[in-house]
């Protein structure tokens, strides 16, 4: 079993910052690849970043490319997912998720993989 804890979210205004962080305990975290899914109101769970479990590969939604970095410290079994140039549309609970497989990662639903509780990220105009 993977345990993640996610933190960091907040409300922040259009053009701001924020940076997540995802604390996993449980199992050796570079055994696994991490993603970033954000789920807005109303809306199905999407992916929006994935890293494998090494670090040197990476994979961004299309929503988020140039603006979202996803990075890991293995060290300290933790991911962050830092998000610049935030918009309203960014607004969501976002939540990280684990698996064994980097290929499969932005499929993962609820139903598979090790997922956090979520955090609230509120974008203001």
């Known amino acids: 079993q993977v345990q993640l804890a996610e933190s960091g979210g907040g409300l922040v205004q259009a053009g701001g910052s924020l940076r997540l962080s995802c604390a996993a305990s449980?199992?050796?975290?570079?055994?696994?690849?991490m993603g970033w899914f954000r789920q807005a109101p109303g809306k199905e769970r999407e992916f929006a970043a994935g890293i494998s479990g090494s670090g040197r590969s990476t994979y961004y939604a299309d929503s988020a490319k140039g603006r979202f970095t996803i990075s890991r410290d293995n060290a300290k079994d933790t991911v962050y997912l830092q998000m610049n140039s935030l918009k309203p549309e960014d607004t969501a609970v976002y939540y990280c998720?684990?698996?064994?497989?980097?290929?499969?990662?932005?499929?993962?639903?609820?139903?598979?993989?090790?997922w956090g509780q979520g955090t609230q990220v509120t974008v203001s105009l």
């Open positions: 998720a684990a698996t064994e497989s980097y290929i499969q990662l932005r499929w993962l639903t609820p139903r598979n993989g090790y």
């Open positions: 449980g199992r050796t975290l570079s055994n696994y690849a």
